[in-house]
């Protein structure tokens, strides 16, 4: 990605969106492209977000036939100077299941359970609940107006270019 932004200026707001959010927004597509938004309280664990869900709900049908989707945190509206420029951060995301025997699952279980509560070990042991990996594929991160920049989540270290009228077209 052809840096012009240190990304070190953004790991800060990066890392505290992902920290302070217990939950991610999504925007799953069913097989038949109708859109659905969602959301699910998530771990963040080696670069991967984990979201424990049920086949019965709608995100959960669309992530197993449709596994790409788009992640969401955002700056909650009480802490808002302007409720036009949240901070926020999107990723563009591929989503595969987690074997429930791996050692994965069993780290990202715990990890979870520390964040959203002891429902987790409940919900963990149905039938019906997967827990999926969301492997990001490209980050965007707004910071209010004038201020968007895209990231390879993959790569923090080659940073991030800052979208205007003239490039964001190649970014969106």
Do not use: W
Request: hydrophobic share 40%; proline share 3%.
């Amino acid at each position: 990605m052809n840096s012009n932004t240190d990304m070190a200026a953004l790991t800060g707001e990066i890392d505290r969106l992902q920290h302070e959010c217990l939950s991610l927004i999504m925007a799953t597509t069913s097989a038949s492209h109708t859109p659905a938004a969602s959301y699910a309280p998530f771990v963040h664990m080696d670069g991967n977000f984990y979201i424990l869900v049920s086949g019965l709900a709608i995100h959960g049908v669309n992530l197993k036939a449709q596994p790409e989707l788009d992640i969401l945190l955002i700056e909650d509206e009480s802490r808002a100077r302007n409720i036009y420029a949240r901070l926020r951060l999107n990723y563009r995301a591929m989503a595969s299941a987690v074997d429930k025997d791996s050692d994965e699952y069993g780290k990202a279980i715990a990890l979870l359970t520390e964040r959203a509560g002891k429902t987790v070990s409940l919900l963990a042991t149905l039938d019906d609940f997967t827990l999926f990996r969301l492997t990001p594929t490209r980050g965007t991160l707004v910071q209010g107006f004038g201020k968007a920049f895209v990231f390879d989540p993959a790569d923090l270290t080659g940073g991030a270019v800052q979208l205007n009228e003239k490039n964001i077209g190649d970014y969106r």
